[in-house]
């Protein structure tokens, strides 16, 4: 969150839940962007807006990091 890193995804996404899953004990804290309309509190407008073409993705200074990797 200090970062201003964001993450996009989608519900149905297994690397997003893969990424949550590494967070575990700490995911309600993640900056997460649902970007489905049908997802909860969907944001569809701000993924394209950022150009998100692949789930999972993070923005973090302005890079793109695609799929389930541990951050760090």
Not at 48 to 61: F, K, Q, S
Request: charged share 20%.
């Amino acid at each position: 969150t200090e970062t201003g890193a964001k993450m996009y995804g989608a519900y149905w996404c297994p690397h997003c839940a893969t990424l949550k899953d590494f967070f575990d004990g700490v995911v309600g804290r993640i900056p997460y962007i649902e970007c489905d309309p049908n997802g909860y509190d969907p944001q569809p407008d701000l993924c394209a807006a950022a150009g998100i073409e692949a789930y999972a993705t993070w923005v973090i200074d302005g890079k793109y990091y695609l799929g389930a990797k541990p951050l760090g």
